[in-house]
């Protein structure tokens, strides 16, 4: 895609996004191509118009998926009340309850983890039959109504690799499993099973809804100090399962976002090994500038930006976004703005003045 050069023309405000708990008012641009069209190009050809915000994207967590219910995260057309319905048994069968102060769900504390020797896994481990669910019903209820062809639609996946081995033997005993050579081969043939399944549920999620862009994938990794397991372990045992999911989404020419917080900069490096196209480091824990520096020309990150609203003039908060723009907004090095910590810094004036800036910066315009 050829990048246009910045018109103010472009500012024509055509639409706006309702002010939200978490953000301000958002307003729409006349873009030179449609947000749509622009978020895609970011995420699958690397090449951006302007700074994706992330109201671009539409994520889809749906009822029929046993996780979304258990982990109380769904998005579909149908009303889901977190407290009334979250919690229960997830696809294998392991029991989630909602926290609702955390406003997410944990493995019941009062049951027992399955096992504690990766070597049983197929002892305790049954995979669900897919085909016996009520896909038609699913699709029926969100083709054409939830789901729409004028956004970004985006798969959730919740439960990832390591997250799924954590949810059978609790957390010790599968930090042991990855590290422990007896061990080492179940793990591997765990992993190598939980690929064929993502695969097989990928499969399903895009023969039976419309519009679906790629899939984001959830594997928590890392604490606030550091990462969970060691990266050579990760490589050995969980990069060659996600690369085949992660190749197989790009088959489908769709992208593949991982979601994983904690502090993981030393496991980068194997994202990207493992085929992920998008990361969004938690900014709390991570140094994002500089994961931004050494490997945004490999996989694309979303990088914040800090400040008080109520204590920022608006024009320090333009300076914000040009200074922001002059770092990350490179056309060989694209990335995308992160909300997961800053979404209140979206103010009207910054947003305007990242957008004008990002796009001249990204059609390689210089940016005052």
């Known amino acids: ?66 996780d979304n219910i258990a982990r109380a995260w769904v998005m579909e057309a149908q ?16 029991k989630w309850v909602y926290v609702p102060v955390a406003m997410g769900s944990m493995e019941d504390p009062n049951e027992e983890p399955w096992m504690d020797d990766a070597n049983d896994w197929k002892e305790y481990v049954h995979f669900p039959d897919l085909d ?37 033997m609790g957390f010790e005993d599968a930090s042991v499993a990855m590290i422990d050579e007896d061990q080492e081969d179940a793990v591997k043939e765990f992993m190598r099973a939980m690929a064929d399944f993502y695969i097989d549920l990928i499969d399903h999620f895009v023969k039976y809804y419309k519009y679906i862009d790629g899939f ?36 489908l020419g769709m992208y593949a976002e991982l979601h994983s917080c904690g502090c993981n900069y030393k496991q980068v ?39 008080d609203p109520e204590k920022t003039t608006e024009e320090e908060q333009r300076q914000a976004a040009r200074d922001y723009a002059k770092k990350f907004c490179k056309p060989d090095k694209p990335s995308i703005f992160s909300g997961i910590d800053c979404c209140t810094c979206l103010t009207p004036a910054f947003r305007e003045e990242l957008y004008i800036a990002s796009r001249k910066a990204y059609s390689g315009e210089a940016v005052d």
């Open 1 to 66: 895609m050829d990048i246009p050069k910045f018109s103010e023309d472009e500012l024509k405000v055509v639409d706006e996004l309702p002010e939200m708990p978490w953000r301000p008012v958002i307003k729409i641009f006349d873009y030179p191509v449609t947000a749509r069209e622009a978020m895609l190009s970011v995420y699958k050809d690397k090449k951006a118009l302007w700074q994706i915000i992330g109201v671009e994207n539409q994520l889809f967590n749906p009822w029929i998926y046993p």
């Open 79 to 94: 009303p889901f009340d977190a407290l009334k319905d979250g919690g229960g048994l997830d696809v294998f069968g392991v």
């Open 132 to 168: 016996s669910w009520d896909w038609e019903a699913s699709a029926a209820a969100n083709n054409d109504i939830y789901l729409k062809p004028d956004v970004v639609n985006t798969m959730w996946i919740q439960n990832g690799f390591f997250e799924r081995l954590i949810s059978f």
């Open 216 to 251: 984001y994938i959830h594997d928590d990794w890392g604490s606030s100090k550091d990462t969970f397991v060691a990266p050579d372990r990760i490589a050995e045992i969980v990069v060659p399962a996600m690369r085949r999911v992660t190749d197989h989404i790009h088959g």
């Open 269 to 307: 490096q194997n994202m990207i090994d493992a085929g992920w196209d998008v990361w969004i480091p938690q900014a709390a824990v991570n140094d994002v500038e500089k994961i931004y520096n050494e490997f945004g020309d490999q996989i694309i990150i979303g990088v914040p930006v800090q400040f």
